[in-house]
C-alpha cells in the first residue's frame, strides 16, 4: 500500500550542522496496517511523516502510495490523498470559522466547488451525526467559533476532519502530545473508533511507549534515522513497557536519551 525503499534525508549536508535524520530506510506498509513508531528525540519519527507528507523531499530512494510514485511530488499535490493531524491542536482548523464551516471545507476536500449555496440542510444532518460520535456536545454547537473550544475539543474536530473523506493514509504527529491526560485518552480512543470503522491505514507517531503497545497492530521503534524494532500482531500484543525500555536501551549503548519518553511509558 505505502512502499519506501532506500529513503534517505539529511539537513545541512556539508555543514558543521549537518544531520543524517534517516539512513536507508526501507518499509511496506500495508493497507490497513495501524503502524505507532516511537524513537528518542532526533530518531528521525517525525522527518520521516514530514517525507512521506511532502513537507521535505528525499535526498534518495523512493516512496511509493497505492502504486502512484509521490517521490518529488509537491505537499498540497499529496494532500489529496493524506490526512494529517499535527501536535499543535491549533494548526487542523481556522479558529475564525464556524464549527461547520471547518467541516464543510474537509468535506468537500477533492470536490468541485460552484457558486450555490454554502452548507445544504443535507450536510448539516451528516455534521451534527459525526460530531455526536465525539460525545462532547459539539453537535448543538455548530455555529460555535472553532477559536472558543478547548484544545481537546479542537483536536477532536481535526480528527473529524481528516477522516470525513476516507484518506489513503492517515499521519498521526503526536496528536494528543499537548493534552491533558484525559482528553488525551479521548481523543485516542476516538483515534481507534475511526480507524477501525473505515479500516483507515494510519501511521501515529507517539512519546508514550504505552499508547505504541496499546494502539494499532504494528510498532516500529527508530533510533539515529534507522528502524531498529519491527514488531506486529501477536507478538506486539505481548510487549511490555519494560520489554520496550530493554530494547532502546540495546540500541543506544546503555543509555536512555530521553526522559519524556521514560516518564510516558511509566
Known sequence: MLVLKNVSK???PGTITEKKALVDINLTIEDGDFITVIGGNGA???TLLNLIAGVHQCDGGSITLDGMNLTGMKEHVRAKYLSRVFQDPMMGTAA???????LAMAYRRGKKRGLSWGIYPSERKIYKEKLALLGLGLE???HSKVGLLSGGQRQAITLLMATLQKPSLLLLDEHTAALDPKTARKVLELTQTFVEK????????THNMRDAIRYGNRLIMMSEGHVVYD???EEK???????LLKKFETVSGGGFANDRMLLSGV
Open 198 to 205: 473505515d479500516n483507515l491505514t494510519t501511521f501515529m507517531v
Open 140 to 142: 448543538e454547537r455548530l
Open 96 to 102: 475564525n470559522m464556524e464549527i461547520e464551516e471547518n
Open 237 to 243: 500484543k505481548n510487549l511490555e513497557v519494560a520489554d
Open 10 to 12: 539529511t539537513f545541512n
Open 44 to 46: 528521525g519519527k517525525s
Open 231 to 233: 514488531v506486529r500482531g
